[in-house]
């Protein structure tokens, strides 16, 4: 299977701040990447589908880059709200997901 | 919109099977264009896709391969719904189980897939 690996795996930011986080497949998968946002209690919602096409109601704060194996989200000025653990997830074969990047307030 | 409502039982014994209930509400699970999926949450295995279920003139389900011998998804056209039941569950298998629809979306003539909605979660806790 696709093994998909997060860095960093917490990452302490600031109201304002531009924060990047990346994602690398460990074999190309194309533009077949989606990022998910999840909160404490709650299911993931999608942010990023086909590596950088926003879903529909999202922010435009939060953007995706990348193709191959390596992909990156960017949030241009961070949020109260945007707080929350980041999962990036594969569907060029079997799903598999990133280990998660949480996102705390520093 | 679309709303997706879990029900099934919180704990199970071990060697049993779990059977959990996704409902749909907005759309349909016959749907040509939606996959409908399982998917489990736990911190020893992070977020883990189990199989998906779906209607293309005729039905299919696909399973991950760590699941593969113990799982079955089935759609209900009926009550337009589809269930997950997990067999000879242990300890391993307690964790967070989402259903979840995956949708497909066009871009740059190619087809892509994301779960767009999802269900509210059940803890299942495998235990005697």
């Known amino acids: 299977d696709i093994q998909m690996t997060q860095s960093p795996s917490s990452l302490s930011a600031s109201v304002g701040d531009r924060v990047t986080i990346t994602c690398r497949a460990s074999?190309?998968?194309?533009?077949?990447l989606n990022w998910y946002q999840q909160k404490p209690g709650k299911a993931p919602k999608l942010l990023i589908y086909?590596?950088?096409s926003l879903q529909s109601g999202v922010p435009s704060r939060f953007s995706g880059s990348g193709s191959g194996t390596d992909f990156t989200l960017t949030i241009s000025s961070l949020q109260p709200e945007d707080f929350a653990t980041y999962y990036c997830q594969q569907s060029y074969s079997e799903i598999t997901f990133g280990q998660g990047t949480r996102l705390e307030i520093k | 919109q679309v709303q997706l409502q879990q029900s099934g039982p919180g704990l199970v014994k071990p060697s049993q099977t779990l059977s959990l209930t996704c409902a749909i509400s907005?759309?349909?699970?016959?749907?040509?264009?939606?996959?409908w999926n399982w998917i489990r949450q736990s911190p020893s295995r992070g977020l883990e896709w189990l199989g998906r279920t779906y209607y293309r003139s005729k039905w299919y389900n696909d399973y991950a391969v760590s699941v593969k011998s113990r799982i079955t998804i089935n759609p209900d056209t009926s009550k337009n719904q589809f269930s997950l039941q997990l067999n000879s569950v242990t300890p391993e298998d307690t964790a967070v189980y989402y259903c979840?629809?995956?949708?497909?979306?066009?871009?740059?003539?190619?087809?892509?897939?994301?779960?767009?909605?999802w269900g509210q979660g059940t803890t299942v806790t495998v235990s005697s």
């Open positions: 979840a629809r995956v949708t497909k979306y066009s871009s740059s003539q190619y087809y892509y897939y994301g779960m767009d909605v």
């Open positions: 907005g759309d349909s699970v016959s749907s040509n264009s939606a996959a």
């Open positions: 074999q190309s998968i194309s533009s077949y």
């Open positions: 086909a590596a950088s």
